[in-house]
Nanobody, 125 residues
Framework: VQLQASGGGLVQVGGSLKLSCAAS????????MAWFRQVPGKEREFVAA????????SYADSVKGRFTISKDNAKNAVYLEMNSLKPADTAVYFC???????????????????WGQGTLVTVSS
């Protein structure tokens, strides 16, 4: 299984950016796909998740109303559209996928079996 994240870059405060995660190697029906972010010296932080089969979404409070996670079944891809970006959103963003049912919460990085390589988002003030 491979997850390839892309779309990061430098953007000004209040700007927008759309991240993509191309998935290959398996079908993700029944699995959750998620985005996490990490700043050096800090733990990986949950951003958003989407249940592949139903499209049900979940967001961290810090990004609700600003970020939107979506998927494209035909392309086997997940996206993270980020609006009204703030300097606090600066981080390396990772996409991740689990294998389906898990006793761990969606926001727990340990739930996810597969990780992309990360893409850097920098929001300048």
């Amino acid at each position: 299984v491979q997850l390839q994240a892309s779309g990061g870059g430098l953007v000004q405060v209040g700007g927008s950016l759309k991240l993509s995660c191309a998935a290959s190697g398996r079908t993700f029906s029944g699995a959750n796909m998620a985005w996490f972010r990490q700043v050096p010296g800090k733990e990986r932080e949950f951003v958003a998740a989407i249940f592949w089969s139903s499209g049900t979404t979940s967001y961290a409070d810090s990004v609700k109303g600003r970020f939107t996670i979506s998927k494209d079944n035909a392309k086997n891809a997940v996206y993270l559209e980020m609006n009204s970006l703030k300097p606090a959103d600066t981080a390396v963003y990772f996409c991740a996928a689990d294998s389906g049912r898990s006793g761990r919460s969606l926001s727990d990085p340990g739930r996810y079996n597969y990780w992309g390589q990360g893409t850097l988002v920098t929001v300048s003030s």
